[in-house]
């Protein structure tokens, strides 16, 4: 039996305007989000980018986008850094790990669009 897939040219182009749709969601949140952050909006575009501009909104070194070259590391840290982010929007632990973690996209919305303002952890902390 030949349980091999191939997409015709429907589902090809159904799943690219998917994703297209997807990725302007995220850049419109993101944007909103490092607005709100006080960094520029327009590096939510940039997709390496706007990873180490949330790595450091969450309150850690951008070197740190580092972490997710590492197999399993990258999973922990993905959760570490999504839950501090949103501790600095003043949210919870449980936001963060089903929200911006499991749920990223909504969990951005809610951040973009939401009543929630920045604090910088490390200000908190210091």
């Known amino acids: 039996m030949d349980y091999s897939y191939q997409m015709d040219a429907s589902q090809t182009t159904a799943s ?5 749709i997807f990725y302007i969601i995220s850049v419109i949140a993101l944007w909103r989000i490092f607005s709100k ?8 575009i940039i997709p390496i980018v706007n990873i180490i501009v949330l790595i450091q909104i969450s309150g850690h070194s951008g070197w740190t986008v580092l972490l997710y070259l590492i197999p399993i590391v990258n999973i922990v840290w993905a959760i570490v850094v999504a839950v501090h982010l949103a501790k600095s929007f003043g949210k919870g632990g ?11 996209i909504i969990g ?3 951040l973009a669009f939401g009543s929630s303002t920045y604090r910088d952890r490390r200000q908190l902390h210091a």
């Open 16 to 20: 690219t305007i998917g994703s297209i």
């Open 37 to 44: 952050a006080g960094r520029p909006g327009w590096l939510a």
């Open 94 to 104: 449980a936001f963060g790990f089903f929200l911006l973690w499991l749920l990223s």
């Open 108 to 110: 951005y919305l809610i």
